[in-house]
């Protein structure tokens, strides 16, 4: 049975946290994106733990989140570059793909052995417990794989309830997507996942142009697989009217379809953020065997609807 611990008791859920990770135990942190399934990225149980429990394939790297830059550079070769970028958004929501220093003790599974290592430091509580750690943790996104990421304790639970796994409850989550994933390798910036940190934002701090990650890559971020990121029911994009037996998720300030079983609206002000924030919570509350879909209105493209959108094309794609 999983066991809920609040944050309000800061230094008891701190030392919970840490006592199970060096036990070599997962628990669920909060981070300022999502609930992550954390674990120490130096163990190979809990790192196959992680894996095990979420189902997710071992090709899909993990993240290593860390409480800084001198942790940061004990695994990754930094350069210029990565470092202003560090500086300038850590503690937050971007995560760096870098060439990874060799005979770390860093375990294979987490890296896929790529060769490269994607690194990020979080913000709060999860900040806290990685620095009483003394080491990163590897912590993908606490949900079953290809499903919608959590963004409050809840919804963790909802997914596993049945494991032996703490989950440290801290309330929603602030931003509500995953990290922006960027690789800076020989000089090169490529976007791999979309985020709350935009391009715009990432060209601004280090003055060079990023380039996007085309479909024919092949996989450089298992998060850019076609379908994840999903509900149970299908997913209908830029609708302006609500299929028979469907659930509507709308944005902006226009009035719910009347034919709609259930509707939601994202950000009745068309606030992006407050978009972002709400959507995986919204999808689950919307998600159900009685609809045929769910209609979401469009999302503009631009700042973090970009984010949304990718998430959104993802939770539509066809399913395997
Ligand atoms: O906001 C977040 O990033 C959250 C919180 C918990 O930190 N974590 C998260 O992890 O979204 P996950 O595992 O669901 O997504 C991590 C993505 C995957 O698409 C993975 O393929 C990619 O990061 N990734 C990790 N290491 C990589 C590497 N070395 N090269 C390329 N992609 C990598
Ligand atoms: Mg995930």
Request: with cysteine.
């Amino acid at each position: 049975m999983a066991t809920l611990i609040s944050s309000d008791n800061n230094s008891n859920a701190l030392n919970e946290a840490v006592a199970r990770l060096k036990l070599g135990q997962p628990v669920a942190i909060p981070t300022e994106t999502v609930y992550g399934l954390a674990g120490i990225a130096s163990n190979g149980q809990a790192v196959a733990k992680i894996f095990q429990i979420k189902g997710r394939p071992s090709f899909n790297p993990l993240i290593c989140h860390v409480d800084g830059l001198v942790m940061a550079s004990k695994y990754a070769h930094l350069c210029q570059i990565s470092e202003g970028l560090a500086k300038h958004f850590w503690p937050g929501p971007l995560t760096l793909v870098l060439r990874e220093k060799s005979g770390t003790n860093i375990h294979d599974l987490v890296t896929a052995d790529l060769g490269t290592i994607g690194i990020r430091c979080p913000e709060g509580l999860a900040r806290q417990i990685i620095s009483a750690v003394g080491e990163p943790l590897a912590a993908p996104s606490a949900n079953k794989s290809g499903k919608l990421s959590p963004t409050n304790a809840g919804h963790v639970l909802d997914d596993f309830k049945d494991q032996d796994l703490l989950v440290i409850d801290n309330g929603p989550s602030k931003v509500g997507l995953e990290s922006t994933i960027i690789s800076v390798i020989d000089g090169h910036l490529t976007l791999l996942r979309p985020g709350s940190v935009t391009i715009e934002q990432i060209e601004t701090v280090c003055g060079l142009k990023v380039k996007t990650a085309g479909n024919s890559t092949g996989i450089l971020a298992p998060g850019m697989m076609k379908s994840h990121y999903a509900p149970r029911s299908k997913v209908l994009l830029n609708r302006t009217e609500c299929e028979p037996n469907s659930a509507w998720l709308g944005f902006g300030n226009q009035p719910f379809p009347d034919n709609a079983v259930r509707a939601l609206n994202l950000s009745p002000d068309s606030n992006l953020a407050v978009a972002a924030a709400n959507l995986y919570a919204y999808l689950k509350q919307l998600d159900g065997d009685d609809i045929a879909s769910i209609c979401v209105a469009p999302i503009p493209m631009e700042e973090l609807g970009i984010a949304i959108n990718d998430r959104l094309t993802r939770a539509a794609a066809p399913r395997n």
